[in-house]
């Protein structure tokens, strides 16, 4: 099998050569970029073990033609091959500032893949360039470009996609909530602390947790706000929710509201809670956890506080 191979990587070595030796790339004719990205592009996304070393120096080659092979491998993206989808995205992440007006041309696509895939990548390049194009998006009709849109618009974190971000929140399709949960994450602005509490009391847990980690990535502007919901939550799965990012801000200010809830009624906000006060670490707040856990009796409770390192 090596013998084999060694033939077919010289074959391809020549080829890279003869790539290096066209500075002027851009000039050649169409019809033989076109086929040499083509040859690269099968050997790129080929999945057969027969050809494994030749995939990443195949990529290396696409991504030396810069420009000149951009457009052909936009036309590859209504591939529906996951494979090649993933090629395409590490071909075009080499590349970089070049590809993004061809990607952002690609999201008014009339094929839906060339259109999700081109938002996918312009996320992963994360090139502030293409936030304008990818907000004349935002309210597509496809669910799946909106939350790609989204998800874009928060990797690549520009303050330009916050507001977006925040009116994905109600979207009427979960999978976009979700995204623009994740994006708030991304953005880390305080100014959409109060839209991501709301959020705790999604129907859809993705959107619940999302937004709960939001909060805590946020960090310290996000304190006031949470503690404030954690006395009058709006419902039980947004109470629980609280509860732990509050032990994720850990924050000592939540200490006296937590050593309430770790004796109130609810064992499960009582374990939450002994959880929480463990992420703080404080000795007030080990020292809540240690007088809860001499007169504790449910045992949900007891395996919770027993997971909390005390001293």
């Not at 071909?91 to 500032?97: A, C, P, Q, W």
């Not at 004349?136 to 989204?150: I, L, T």
Request: glycine letters at 6%.
């Amino acid at each position: 099998m090596g013998n084999w191979n060694r033939p077919m990587r010289i074959i391809i070595s020549l080829i890279f050569v003869a790539f290096s030796a066209l500075p002027a790339m851009a000039q050649a004719p169409a019809d033989s970029i076109t086929r040499a990205v083509d040859s690269l592009f099968i050997r790129a996304s080929n999945g057969n073990v027969i050809y494994a070393d030749l995939v990443q120096p195949s990529k290396k080659a696409l991504a030396d033609m810069g420009a000149a092979a951009v457009p052909r491998l936009v036309e590859k993206m209504s591939t529906q091959d996951a494979r090649e989808m993933q090629t395409l995205e590490d071909v075009f992440k080499l590349i970089g500032h070049p590809c993004v007006i061809n990607l952002v041309d690609a999201l008014g696509s009339d094929n839906v893949y060339r259109r999700r895939l081109s938002a996918r990548i312009l996320g992963e390049l994360a090139d502030s360039s293409s936030v304008d194009g990818l907000l004349r998006y935002v309210n597509d009709s496809d669910f799946r470009m909106r939350a790609g849109v989204v998800s874009a618009l928060g990797k690549i974190g520009d303050r330009r996609g916050l507001a977006a971000s925040l009116s994905a929140l109600t979207d009427g399709d979960y999978l976009v909530r979700t995204s623009a949960s994740i994006s708030l994450s991304n953005l880390k602005d305080p100014s959409s602390i109060n839209g991501l509490i709301e959020a705790l009391s999604d129907p859809y847990y993705g959107v619940r947790f999302s937004a709960a980690a939001a909060l805590a990535n946020i960090g310290k502007p996000a304190s006031s706000a949470v503690f404030t919901a954690l006395r009058e939550p709006a419902d039980t799965l947004a109470f629980y929710l609280l509860i732990e990012v509050a032990g994720n801000l850990a924050d000592n200010k939540f200490t006296e509201i937590l050593s309430r809830i770790i004796n109130s009624k609810d064992p499960y906000a009582r374990a939450f809670a002994a959880e929480a006060l463990g992420k703080i670490g404080s000795s007030d707040a080990k020292k809540i956890i240690h007088r809860c856990y001499e007169i504790e009796t449910n045992l949900f409770v007891i395996s919770k506080i027993e997971s909390v390192v005390l001293d």
